[in-house]
């Protein structure tokens, strides 16, 4: 990979010190496909910032256009406001636990999980035609397609929110998968060891109270 | 409430200004059972410090007792280390998706969503009985009933391992429930409006390759 710089770039992020796990690196992954795999599945990250030189993590939605992503809020956020001067550093992280790792001792008991960790600078969205591809992308990441068939947004609404951008530089990936690593000599203890996974799914989708009448459930939820 | 100050401090936390959000404030809660509730539904918190001036996320396990939560990790970890001397400013964060909101309008679009901030210093526990107690309580937190039925940690292991604890007294939950709430000049568009539940639950066990014959599934698996 070496050899052809470009194209390493273009498959992974570069590790840096923040990004390079003191423990379990074996776990550590800067490949970009992954990460967006990851990111894309998710609904809700973890949002961490400094606040009075303390840390804040609160969980908010986000969205993804190609390598940068989008978190908004009120006008009003102190976070986001403090993002609309020199930059707000955040690091946000997006986890998914997969399965429930069993094993002999309960040193080893873990969970199979997926999670990206970015870190960087966010800045606040102004360009206006950049702010609604921001918008779009966190509805679409809800329910891809869901920003073509809702009403836009409008000038009240759009001046009332702000819009943060993260792009995805310092990235990194960590992956555990697969059964128990038990010690060889708690092999044979009478012990279940396994893993149990965990499902996710979506529900019936239940209509608004106030739904008006005649309206179908759209294509893209039913596909569900 | 005011009146019976011992209630209402055994009912609820008490909010500071950390706690009280700026915005959704009627979403906010200080219920003790609501947050224990919370806390105990899920597996993974998310951990926010500061290193180095800036704020770091990780997703990592944890347990609770009573009004202490904690969380371990490997002697040789950065931010356990730190936990051993003075203490480290934390934020854990604790957050279920239930369900996706859509609304007529991009603007109302959410997800219904349990979540838990923990604000605090941790501190390293060094106290051995208190260190198999925490350690136990992670186990269990996995899987109820699991750290009885696996072999408990070795003084190896033990000595490997950083439990650090954070009391619960800087505490809220935030809950959204329900349907989409749009404006009512929107009420009448074409739009599909209302809920898509996320479903989780659990899949068959999967035994470990090398699991010895005849280890039946343990009953708090099979319950499942």
């Known amino acids: 990979m070496q050899d052809r710089p470009e194209e390493a770039q273009a498959a992974v992020y570069a590790p840096t010190d923040r990004t390079v796990p003191t423990r379990s690196a074996d776990r550590a992954s800067y490949d970009r496909e992954l990460v967006h795999a990851i990111l894309d599945e998710g609904y809700v990250c973890h949002l961490g910032f400094v606040r009075d030189g303390a840390p804040v993590v609160l969980?908010?939605?986000?969205?993804?256009?190609?390598?940068?992503?989008?978190?908004?809020?009120?006008?009003?956020?102190?976070?986001?406001?403090?993002?609309?001067?020199?930059?707000?550093?955040?690091?946000?992280?997006?986890?998914?636990?997969?399965?429930?790792?069993?094993?002999?001792?309960?040193?080893?008991?873990?969970?199979?999980?997926?999670?990206?960790?970015?870190?960087?600078?966010?800045?606040?969205?102004?360009?206006?035609?950049?702010?609604?591809?921001?918008?779009?992308?966190?509805?679409?990441?809800?329910?891809?397609?869901?920003?073509?068939?809702?009403?836009?947004?409008?000038?009240?609404?759009?001046?009332?929110?702000?819009?943060?951008?993260?792009?995805?530089?310092?990235?990194?990936?960590?992956?555990?998968?697969?059964g128990a690593n038990d010690d060889p000599a708690d092999l044979s203890l009478p012990y279940w060891a396994g893993v149990v996974p965990l499902r996710k799914g979506y529900g019936t989708p239940v209509p608004n109270a106030d739904l008006a009448p005649g309206i179908p459930l759209p294509d893209y939820l039913a596909a569900r």
Chains 1, 2 share one sequence.
């Not at 993804?64 to 992503?69: I, S």
């Not at 006008?75 to 094993?103: E, I, K, W």
Request: charged share 25%; hydrophobic share 40%.
């Open 59 to 178: 969980p908010t939605l986000y969205g993804r256009v190609g390598e940068r992503l989008y978190v908004h809020g009120s006008t009003g956020s102190r976070p986001l406001r403090t993002a609309g001067g020199s930059g707000l550093p955040v690091c946000l992280t997006v986890t998914h636990v997969d399965g429930l790792v069993l094993a002999r001792s309960a040193f080893h008991h873990s969970v199979n999980y997926r999670s990206v960790v970015v870190h960087g600078v966010a800045h606040q969205v102004t360009d206006p035609e950049e702010r609604r591809l921001a918008l779009d992308a966190l509805v679409d990441h809800v329910v891809p397609g869901r920003a073509a068939d809702s009403r836009p947004a409008d000038r009240k609404e759009l001046a009332a929110t702000a819009v943060i951008r993260l792009d995805l530089e310092e990235v990194s990936a960590k992956v555990r998968t697969g």
